[in-house]
């Protein structure tokens, strides 16, 4: 099945830095777009659309950024591991949250493609 697990998380300390890393797995023919979304403490149950998108890349590499990031936060992908990458610069406390991946991805022998979530990672930003 087709799994994507993240991974890069922890605890940071405001104006750090922190890389996530979320891979890709599984029967994948494509994948599409890449996406880093985040849910802020105290929703952690609240049904994915009440997510924030943080970074979209899609398969050719172009990016597109929240304001609330712009500047601060790189999105990026390997295709060759499957991954997709968020480089977190000089993060603030409201950067707290579990970040979650996801990807529209085609398998293989199926047509269509469909939406796949990670697990999430959970980052916290304290002094």
């Known amino acids: 099945q087709v799994q994507l697990v993240e991974s890069g998380g922890g605890l940071v300390q405001p104006g750090g830095s922190l890389r996530l890393s979320c891979a890709a797995s599984?029967?994948?023919?494509?994948?599409?777009?890449m996406r880093w979304y985040r849910q802020a403490p105290g929703y952690r149950q609240a049904p994915q659309s009440q997510r924030e998108l943080v970074a979209t890349v899609n398969e050719g590499g172009s990016t597109d950024y929240a304001d609330s990031v712009k500047g601060r936060f790189t999105i990026s992908r390997d295709n060759a591991k499957k991954t997709v990458y968020l480089q977190m610069n000089n993060v603030k406390f409201e950067d707290t949250a579990v970040y979650y991946c996801n990807a529209d991805i085609s398998r293989r022998g199926q047509l269509g493609r469909y939406g796949y979530w990670g697990q999430g990672t959970q980052v916290t930003v304290s002094s």
């Open positions: 599984g029967p994948i023919f494509s994948l599409y777009d």
